[in-house]
């Protein structure tokens, strides 16, 4: 097949890299995806580095069976723990994601910014480095459980999660928050409402779908094919899982874009 038409893998250890798809379509719509959700092993963020790149390995080897021109790793998790790893040994440009601190910490006035992650992004090497650059007022803030809730499309288990967290905070305090999991961009909405008008949100979404762009012209790979398209697969059970998948397909569109300006990791 010629190399412009080929399909672009894109993976999470679950639903929440659906978020970032549809970025991706937004801003590539002339381009065929491939979405893998890795259900039988979610979630990430609770296992070690090296369990996840265990995980990744098999599922990139997957999405290969279908000849793929370039990878997104649609999860924080997954980036932290197997970008550097991908980039070593693929011929393909592997684009990353990562939790946008830089344009929350532009939003910066004098309080904290709040970086929502799993415990393992927040561990990781690459996110300390992220912290050293752009995280001079940023407070890490590890969520364990709140992507199975966005998994399992409990809006009120998530809101109750939420609320006893924002409870722990000052409020008045936070300038900005980070949704670094793909899954909590699901919960933007929600968490729009919950918060003062003033804090500002960011999510690594649209500055990933760019840095595809931008990778992609680069090598010469923008497909030249009028018409794009999507097809979703899961690890898990497709009869339970291809139907949550496809609802939240919909609702990614929906999601306004993010207030962000974070480049992909
Ligand atoms: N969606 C993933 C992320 O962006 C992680 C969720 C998980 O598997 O724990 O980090």
């Not at 290969?64 to 393909?92: Q, S």
């Not at 670094?180 to 804090?199: A, K, S």
Request: some cysteine; charged content about 30%; aromatic content about 4%.
């Amino acid at each position: 097949m010629e190399e412009k038409r080929k399909p672009i893998g894109v993976f999470d250890s679950g639903v929440g890299g659906i978020s970032t798809l549809a970025a991706l379509m937004r801003e590539l719509p002339g381009e065929r995806f491939l979405y893998l959700g890795d259900m039988a092993h979610a979630p990430y963020g609770t296992k070690t580095t090296e369990e996840v790149q265990q995980l990744v390995r098999q599922v990139v080897a997957r999405l290969e069976e279908r000849e793929i021109k370039a990878l997104v790793i649609a999860c924080n998790t997954a980036t932290g723990a197997a970008a550097a790893m991908l980039r070593a040994e693929k011929p393909y440009p592997v684009i990353g994601i990562e939790p946008a601190l830089k344009p929350a910490e532009e939003h910066w006035q004098g309080g904290q910014i709040r970086v929502m992650a799993t415990p393992l992004t927040l561990r990781q090497e690459k996110f300390l480095s992220l912290m050293e650059r752009f995280g001079a007022h940023a407070v890490p803030q590890p969520c364990p459980g709140l992507m199975e809730l966005v998994e399992r499309e409990d809006e009120k288990g998530a809101a109750e999660y939420l609320e006893n967290l924002f409870r722990g905070w000052d409020l008045a305090r936070v300038d900005a928050v980070v949704l670094g999991c793909t899954h909590y961009v699901f919960l933007r909405p929600l968490i729009r409402r919950m918060l003062p008008d003033r804090i500002r949100i960011t999510d690594g979404n649209a500055g990933t779908a760019r840095q595809l762009r931008r990778v992609l012209r680069e090598r010469g790979m923008l497909s030249d094919g009028q018409e794009g398209s999507v097809e979703m697969d899961t690890t898990g059970d497709p009869e339970r899982d291809l139907p949550v998948m496809r609802r939240l397909l919909e609702r990614a569109r929906a999601i306004p874009a993010g207030e962000d300006e974070a480049a992909g990791g």
